[in-house]
């Protein structure tokens, strides 16, 4: 299969990829999170061709975005007032709410759950491409699954060239991690995955939101995903990611000493300074937005680079660095040292 580039700046290509949506295919999406790989979310058989092209796990849910809240009303089953508030105020926006799909949905969409999850993105070529297929769209990550995330048009390609039917650029993702999802299905609202909406902001809609356990610990072998990114080691680059808990002193006190070929770490900008190893950096330390904004470039880079263990900082899990944290504790396989 070829894969076409498609600028979304230029005439014609938002029109190419709908007729390839409407058609059954694949295309590599912008969205304001990350790159999603899109494909006719009422289509079963292009579906299927998601976790083909990714390499993903059948028992997991996938999302299905939309371009107004009015076509949410047909995707579930009931539109509950926290559902209302919720929209009113985080949509268009990096916010996913799980609630009990309707009969158009199909099982391969929802990976046999009775809910499903449904976003509104705001990033401006996602709308036009919804609108201009006519049909909603599921859409996972744009990588090979467990990779990092996509948040370029050049990351799709580099996974997905030759495996979908096109990548439409939109330019690099602003929010950089992928979206909020909340269940609305129990009650009270759960936290499934962290993102650019915080605990803290749909508490102040919603007011009590449980976090699942799944958010902070691995999720159980036999446990059945309630959402995205839940379950699966996620977000890896090809080295291994080990999370280093401490102090800056500390932390670079320890990676001088286990200076050797193929080590590397991921730290905050400022602390390439303190260690005598190849470094890459994703933002400051308090700059939650900006570490999340350059995560998933930094852990790609890292493979880049020739990285072969990687000694990671990890942010405070409040705000937006709580899907910082999440991120890169699956990343990592849940793999952490902590030193005095």
Not at 21 to 50: F, Q, S
Not at 280 to 309: N, P, S, W
Request: hydrophobic letters at 40%.
């Amino acid at each position: 299969m070829h894969t076409l580039l498609l600028n979304a700046a230029e005439p014609g290509a938002i029109e190419e990829a709908a007729r390839i949506i409407r058609n059954g295919g694949l295309v590599g999406m912008p969205t304001e999170t990350v790159y999603g790989l899109a494909a006719n979310a009422l289509d079963a058989k292009a579906v299927a061709k998601i976790f083909e092209a990714k390499g993903r796990p059948q028992d997991n849910p996938l999302i299905v975005h939309i371009s107004a809240f009015e076509q949410i009303r047909r995707l579930v089953k009931s539109v509950p007032e926290s559902a209302e508030k919720l929209a009113k105020a985080y949509w268009p926006g990096p916010m996913t709410m799980v609630l009990e799909k309707s009969d158009l949905i199909p099982d391969i969409v929802s990976a046999g759950l009775p809910t499903v999850g449904i976003r509104f993105p705001s990033h401006p070529v996602a709308q036009a491409l919804i609108t201009a297929a006519g049909v909603p769209i599921a859409a996972p990550s744009a990588n090979r699954s467990g990779l990092p995330s996509t948040t370029t048009a050049e990351h799709v390609m580099r996974d997905m060239d030759g495996r979908i039917d096109a990548v439409l650029d939109g330019g690099t993702c602003g929010v950089g991690v992928e979206s909020t999802i909340v269940t609305l299905a129990s009650d009270p609202p759960r936290l499934l995955r962290p993102g650019g909406i915080t605990l803290e902001q749909l508490q102040a809609v919603l007011g009590r939101v449980d976090v699942d356990k799944a958010v902070l610990n691995p999720l159980p072998k036999d446990a059945k995903p309630l959402s995205p990114g839940m379950k699966y080691k996620h977000y890896s680059p090809k080295a291994n990611i080990i999370i280093i808990q401490s102090d800056e002193k500390t932390f670079a006190d320890f990676v001088n000493s286990h200076k050797a070929p193929g080590v590397a770490v991921l730290c905050y900008t400022g602390e390439e300074k303190l260690v005598d190893v190849p470094a890459v950096c994703y933002g400051g330390e308090t700059d939650y937005e900006a570490q999340a904004r350059d995560l998933f470039e930094a852990l790609r880079h890292l493979d880049d680079i020739g990285a072969k263990t990687v000694y990671a900082r990890c942010p405070e899990p409040k705000g937006v660095g709580l899907a910082v944290y999440n991120r890169l504790m699956r990343a990592a396989g849940f793999e952490v040292l902590k030193l005095a």
